[in-house]
Each structure stands twice: as C-alpha cells, then as structure tokens.
C-alpha cells in the first residue's frame, strides 16, 4: 500500500498502524505531487491533535513528526517532547529546534537520537547543519571531512558541503559544482535544488533557475526561500497568479511570514493592474528610434554644424524642436529645414512631436564632503556587495544601478516608481546602507 497509488493519507496520520521514515517519505511525496493533499493533512493533524486526553506516546510521535512537516515547530516540540522517547523523536525534535533556530538543542537532540538508534550519518549530517548554520563552519567542515563510504555519494552530503564550503567562502565553481551533483544523486532534494537556482539566480541565469526554483516546489515540505523567489520571477514574466499561488503556499505554513505577506499584496496588487504588452513594445521601439544620433545620417556641412551648435544629437533632440526653433540658429535655413524633415520622414518622426517631453534630469550630484575616505571608496564598489534580496537586487539592475554611488544618488521615491519595488524592499536597501553610514539621497 505503501509505493501504491492508493496511499491514504488521512488513514496513515490517524490510525495506529506503523509510523515510520517510509511513512514519513510517503507523505511527503503524496502532497509534493499534489498540494491540495496538503488542506487533508491540516485536516486529519487537526483532528489528531482535538485527540489531546487519548494520545499515547506513540500517537504523541506520529502527531510531532506531522506538526514539524507542516511548520507547526513550537508544537512539534511541545508534542515530541512528551512522545515516546524514541530514536524517531529525538531525530524530528531536533529538525524542530534547527527549524527554530535553537542550535545547541538541536545538536543535543541529533546526538540523543543517534544514542537512541537513528541512522547515523542523518544524525551527523544534522549536527554538521546545526554547527554551520550557528557559525562554525569550519568545525562543519572537519565533521564532514570525517565521514567516509556511501555516504559521500548521497545528495544530503554533497548538499551540506556545498553549503558549508559556501559558507567559509569557497571555491563559488567548487559549491556549484557539489550543488549540481547533489541534484544528480536526488532530483528532489529541496536543499540542493534551492541552493543551485539560488547560484543561477544571482548569475542572471533566469531560465535555469525558474526551472529549478520549479522543481523545489514541487518537494515537500518545500524550501521557503525557493517559494518566494520563484513568485519575484513569476511577477517579473507578469504571471501575478503563480506568482500568488508561491506566496499563499508559504503562508499556509507560516502564517506570520511577513515577506510572504508583503510580496502577496504587491503582487495582488500588480495583477489588478491593466498592462497593455503592445503597447509598451510600441513605447520601447519609439524610444530606441528616439536616441539614435544625428551623425548616423548623410546631413550636409551646413546642417551638421549647425545642429551641433545647438546641441542636438539624437532624433529626440530633434523631435523636442520647432521649425522656426531651427530656422532661428545662424545659417540654418529653408533647404537645411527640408533635409531634417526628410531624415525624420525616414524614421516616421517630425518635428516638435515630443516638444511637451520632458528633458532628462541631469544626474545629481551626491556631498561626499562628510565621508571619511574609506566611504567614499565604497561608493565605487559594486552593488553586489549589499547582498540584498533577490527582488530588490531585480530592481537595481532595472534601474541601471550597478554601483553603491548611483544608488544613493536615488531618492526612496524614485526607487519606488520601479515595478515589484515595494516598501519592503525600500526598507531593505535603507538598512543596507545604514551599515555603511550611507543614505539615499532626501533621507
């Protein structure tokens, strides 16, 4: 019944019939292949848990191990703990402490589950998270240098050493490379498929890590972070309802996770809006037709010089003035004017159309007047270094910000004018630069 179709999800959670890893994995898999499996699971968890004065240790262990797959890590605990003492327990109390970023007590669980009879690689490689996630990568590192056999060969190892080696500021090559070996081992591992997207993410690989960020959804319990990145690459191809479907999934488990709730307003908020795609197509060509240069044409000695005097050196420029603009420079005249407005002809342009466009903003100036040498430095350095979140690192590259210079010279507000750029993310790049001693420009 068990690696059969007819997999009772419900009967499984309820019932006292045996409860273990291949129980476990089976769950797992009936709601990673269809999520609406998850509203049973909440369902027979609930009822479960109404069961308060007739669970047994044993039930107290199977009511644990569900609270901890559905991100319930308090009640994990609280249930787990009053269970049966069992290798299975002490092994899912301590991926609840990890979950709750209780480090020692995770480690001190791994170690009695393993006294208890759990495997023990999973106990090691548990502890070896735990370590490096509190910051003792190195300690981490020496751990897994210690493990020999099989269990080199297996996605959980590859996983935790590319995310150690990541941590100590390996090789980025090298942590690609584990990451691409993990997923090769096991398709469905959620750690190693974040991990790899999350390394084509920030490579601008969009495609590859779209397809990946898909694949850990597809696992569960899925990665958090996986959900919420594939839902900003779902808003950037416009698919604001996959891309609320990401953020409503994170939700389900953690109600309170306040970025899932600030990206789902953004996003319910960008769906309401009319996009019109031809039209922006129409706008993008115009505007490419608008900056090529004058010198691109065949104009005579006259024209040309006298174009150049006035300053104008795109059809834009052009499109901005009048004809009598242009007969009133020196030595421009009636056959000049005719040789400009065949040029614009040629490109479906004519004079004056954009003479109500605004003039470019000429770029602001920011006072380094009161920064110490060092913080004048940073202003060349790239954007990268912020490490901001993949939304509002999206945005930088919209706004052609590649430096921390050009982003102070911003104002919030005209950060906020980007699309998909919230107040979380204004927020965000605020704390960022605070840690430098920087603003954006008003602040």
Known sequence: MIQGIDFDLKSVVLTNSSFGPEEIRQILRTVGRDYNAFSTLRDSVSELEDQSEERSPATNVR??????????????????????????AHYYLGR???CMQKFDKAIEAFQSAQTAGYNKDDCQLGIIESLRSKGESEQALQMLDNMFGPIESTANYLYQRAATVASLGGNPAEVVALYERAVEADPGHAGALF??????????????ALQLYQNAAAVFPTHVGALLNLGLLHEDRGEYDRATHCYQRVLDSYPADKRARMYMKDAQASGDMYYDEEEQKKRDRMSQVLSIPVTDFELSVRS??????????????????????LLASKNFGETSLVEIRDMLRSKGLELGQASTEKPSTPEVSYDTSGLSPDEQALLDRPIAELSLSVRARKCMVRLGISTIGELVRRTGDELLECKNFGVTSLNEVREKLTNYNLKLRGD
């Open 63 to 88: 009511l644990g191990v569900c609270q901890f797959i559905m991100g319930n890590y308090n009640g994990a605990v609280q249930t787990l703990s009053a269970a049966d003492g069992g290798a299975l």
């Open 96 to 98: 609840s402490y990890f």
């Open 195 to 208: 991990g790899l997207a999350l390394e084509n993410d920030r490579r601008g690989n969009d495609t590859m």
């Open 304 to 325: 040309r010089n006298c174009l150049q005097k006035m300053g104008i050196m795109t059809l834009g420029d052009l499109c901005r003035c009048s004809e009598q603009e």
